[in-house]
Structures are given as C-alpha cells and as structure tokens.
C-alpha cells in the first residue's frame, strides 16, 4: 500500500511540475548530454534547422550511450538533395524543420568523424577555418559560375571553371583566407551539377556515408502554429525539459525578437507557415530550449542558439561559463568579454509564444 502511495505521490509532483515553471537548467546537471554537444555558429550560413534538429539527435545518441555526433552539414545537404520544393533549391540555405524531419526518416544520417576525414584538406588550406568556412567559399564560387553561365548563355560551352575560379579567388575576403587551391575537388561538377549545389557537395566531396558512420533517426514530433502557442504548449514545455528522462526542443520563431522590447510579435493573430519568410522583420530561425525557470513573475526559456559562443543581446540575462564557473548574468555587464562563453539566453514565455511558428521534439 505505501508503495502504491508513494508512486501517486511521485506521479503527483511530476505533474505539478509540469504545470508550473519549476526551475531547470540542463546545464545544471553535468551528467547532462548537453554538455558534449558542439556550441555552433552558422555564421552566415543559414543552417539553422539542421542545427537545431542534430542537437536533438545527438542529445538522444548520448542518453542512450551512444557517443556519436550528427553531422548538421550531412543533414542539410541531404534534405535539400532529396527535397523539390523549398527556398534556395540551389543552395543550403533556408529550410523548414519538419522537411528536413521527414528526410532524415528515410535516409538517416551521418556521423561527424566520417564528415571531419572527409573534409581533412580543410586543415591544409588554413587550419583556423571550418567546414561553415568551406561551404560558403564553395557557394561563393558556385553563385560566381552561375553568374558566368546565365549572363554569357550562349558562351557556356565555352566557359571553363578554372577562369571562374581565378575570378572568385581574386575576391579580397577569400584570398586572404584561403591560402590553397582547391579546384581538384570543384572540377568535378558538371553542367548539371551546377543545377544542384547541394547535390554535388554531397555526392561528390563527401561520399556515401556507410557501414558504422551511418546514423539512424529516432523518432519526433513536431507541430505547427497557426495562432498563439498557448497553455497547452507551455505544459508541453515544462513535461519535456522536467521529466525523469529530460530532453531538449526545438522552436522555430522570429529571431527579431531578441532585438524588441519585450510583448513585441512579429506573426499576425492568424498566419500559415508559407507566410514566415514573407512577414516584414521577423528573421525566421530555430534554436533549442534546454531550460526554463521564472523570473519577474514571468516564466523564462533557456534557448541555446547556432551563433556562436558570444551572441547575447546587451539586455538579455543568459546563462554564461566564466573560468570554469556557469551562472547567469546580465549582459550589459560582459558583452565584450572573449573570455566568456554564452551558453544560452533566456526569453519569456509570452515573448516566445508571440513568435514562435512551430516546434519539434523527440518523441
């Protein structure tokens, strides 16, 4: 019978949980998968859906004692190979999250060592770039033949990809980067590879990721919003990150928000997910939720973003590391510090749900 009581009673309290705001922080816990997963920046490569649903993946991978990394690069490439119908279909940029969930379901993924051995000639080129470095060099080459293509159309027989080269890479912001050619890799696409950047940087630089870097999916859940998230979304919220087995969310909302006063909302009362890259101002983006407390009276979310380690807005409190030490703290006060590492900041609730369009979790 006391036993019987006792699980209510847990039962109970977990439910209590889930219906209020009660203070939890992934970072908390250093057992926490979070604390092994890469702080990314997509500079300016908007890849931010495959970020944020790798985070997700490998947060499951190392809950189940898998030490695996998803390569993010590896899911991008691979949702826009296999999809039609999206923004950009020449470019990694831009997706919807719950495409790329679909992708994923099929063909799985890719692990991040398999990618690094892959990308090894990275580190002759300069050893202090990265493959967000490499894919937007080899964008900037490919929008430069494509230039040369569709503004000479008649000439293209004619056109070889060593002038396109040499042009790009008299680009001031390149040359002073890349120290190398790298043209053996890019020789290889052919007319109608051009058609398909994503494709070509797929098939023909990567490979066929096989045998034990082959990752399969686990299984999400996502919804889309068509008006407000409400209190049924905030349960949701507070069930996910404080259950006995936490796990982390991934939102799409108006990355503007960070940049507003607080109770600003970029999305109409009533709107349909084809409208958000439409919608003045709103800066379409996804990050992932790992925490959430209350503070003024308000419940606030932990979002860890794909910017970097030093992307805090001056008046926002984040969540910072500082000489080995993690607490939160304004950032007014060491916005300017390299020495300081953000590793999320926190938003209200009703800022959030004001701009949020949808939002993926595992299941």
Not at 191 to 202: T, V
Not at 227 to 237: G, W
Not at 354 to 361: A, G, R, V
Request: charged share 25%; net charge positive; proline share 3%.
């Amino acid at each position: 019978m006391l036993k019987i009581i006792s699980v209510f009673f847990v039962l109970f309290l977990f439910k209590v949980r889930a219906q209020d705001c009660s203070e939890i922080n992934f970072y908390d816990r250093e057992s926490n998968p979070i604390h092994e997963i890469k702080l990314y920046d997509q500079k300016s490569l908007n890849t931010c859906y495959a970020y944020s649903i790798s985070q997700l993946w490998e947060f499951q991978n190392r809950s189940s004692g898998m030490n695996e990394s998803v390569s993010p690069l590896w899911v991008a490439l691979n949702s826009k190979e296999n999809r039609k119908l999206h923004y950009q279909p020449r470019h990694l940029d831009y997706n919807y999250i719950l495409w790329t969930i679909k992708d994923i379901k099929k063909t799985g993924g890719c692990t991040q060592d398999y990618v690094d051995q892959k990308l090894h000639f990275l580190k002759s080129i300069n050893e202090n770039i990265d493959e967000v470095d490499l894919i937007l060099f080899l964008q900037e080459i490919w929008l430069e033949y494509e230039r040369l293509i569709f503004t000479h159309p008649f000439q293209k027989r004619g056109v070889s990809f060593y002038k396109s080269y040499e042009k790009i890479s008299q680009l001031k912001k390149f040359k002073d980067k890349f120290k190398v050619s790298i043209a053996k890799e890019i020789e290889r696409m052919s007319f109608y590879g051009f058609l398909q950047f994503p494709k070509f940087l797929k098939n023909e630089i990567l490979g066929d990721c096989t045998g034990g870097a082959f990752l399969k999916a686990p299984e999400f859940e996502h919804q889309v919003f068509l008006s407000k998230a409400d209190e049924t979304t905030a349960k949701l919220f507070s069930r996910k990150l404080s259950s006995t087995q936490p796990s982390p969310l991934a939102i799409g909302y108006c990355s503007r928000v960070w940049n507003s006063e607080p109770g600003t909302s970029y999305l109409p009362h009533q709107f349909s997910l084809d409208m958000i890259n439409k919608i003045n101002n709103c800066g379409a983006h996804y990050s992932v939720v790992v925490g959430q407390k209350k503070m003024n009276g308000q419940c606030h979310y932990l979002v860890r973003n794909t910017w970097g380690d030093m992307w805090g807005r001056i008046f926002r409190k984040c969540h910072v590391e500082f000489k080995g030490k993690r607490f939160d703290t304004e950032m007014g006060m060491i916005q300017n510090d390299k020495r300081v590492r953000v590793l999320g900041c926190w938003i209200s609730r009703e800022d959030l749900f004001n701009n949020m369009f949808d939002l993926s979790y595992l299941k």
